[in-house]
């Protein structure tokens, strides 16, 4: 498979309809690719707090539509990295989107796991409850969003839900890039899954990001790594490792608890 991780800049003075349309372009770019992978809250900046209200939307709003279009132009699978999304009952949600060849929403996913400690995101979005896995030709991927990565609980479900590839969009700080890596590879090794995941460049609210995109192997090898500027990394992958590495080295079957 080859998979593109589109690690954007979230440039503030950059309007978000301009970006959508930009991101948009870079995802038609990669037609071609199997899998093309967007970051966490890129249309507003995952630290820009502030603007989450605003610029919240419905599930199937506007970076709904112009992400379905890109993904059938380009007939790729593409995980649209997330969005402020707006209940119709009212409560805000970090929601992840998947696109279809054909342009279909094959699966959405809210955040499970808030970041802020009480403040921020923590407080001004509602915690989803649903594990998400999707089905694609050669892998099943399993997704998460951002602080996710530091619960490996959540991995485990995922993988015993079926998931071999696990992707992870991300507005990760650059204070704490050397922790991006560190758990990427965790949890690469402990599931034994490739691990796709794509942060942001730039700075949201004065949040420098750490960008940084990695790709890491059933083993817990980088494929590829991005570094802190936009870029596109894009990496060719075997999906078949899983299941040689899970059966050369079966240590999910001596899983106790």
Not at 9 to 36: C, F, H, I, K, W
Not at 97 to 114: M, T
Not at 124 to 144: N, Q
Not at 149 to 166: C, H, K, M, S
Request: glycine share 8%; aromatic share 8%.
């Amino acid at each position: 498979m080859r998979a593109s991780l589109i690690q954007i800049a979230v440039d503030e003075d950059e309007s978000v309809t301009s970006r959508r349309q930009r991101v948009a372009s870079l995802v038609r770019d990669q037609a071609g690719a199997d899998l093309v992978i967007l970051p966490e809250l890129w249309t507003t900046g995952a630290f820009a707090y502030e603007d989450f209200a605003r610029e919240a939307e419905p599930l199937e709003g506007p970076t709904y539509e112009v992400m379905a279009k890109a993904a059938s132009d380009a007939g790729v699978w593409l995980h649209a990295g997330s969005i402020p999304e707006r209940d119709p009952e009212g409560p805000l949600y970090n929601t992840s989107l998947v696109f279809s060849p054909s342009g279909d929403l094959a699966a959405a996913y809210r955040k499970i796991h808030r970041f802020g400690f009480d403040k921020g995101e923590a407080v001004m979005m509602s915690a989803g409850r649903e594990l998400v896995t999707v089905r694609l030709p050669g892998t099943t991927l399993g997704v998460a969003t951002c602080y996710d990565l530091r619960f490996p609980e959540l991995f485990r479900g995922l993988v015993d839900a079926g998931a071999e590839t696990l992707v992870v969009p991300a507005g990760w700080p650059e204070r704490r890039r050397s922790h991006w890596t560190l758990l990427a590879q965790a949890r690469a090794v402990e599931n034994q899954a490739f691990v796709l995941a794509c942060g942001t460049a730039g700075t949201h609210a004065r949040v420098p990001q750490a960008g940084h995109s990695i790709v890491v192997d059933p083993w817990g090898e980088v494929l590829a790594e991005a570094g802190a500027q936009e870029e596109v990394l894009t990496v060719d992958f075997d999906p078949g490792r899983v299941a040689t590495t899970r059966e050369l080295f079966p240590a999910l079957k001596d899983r106790v608890l």
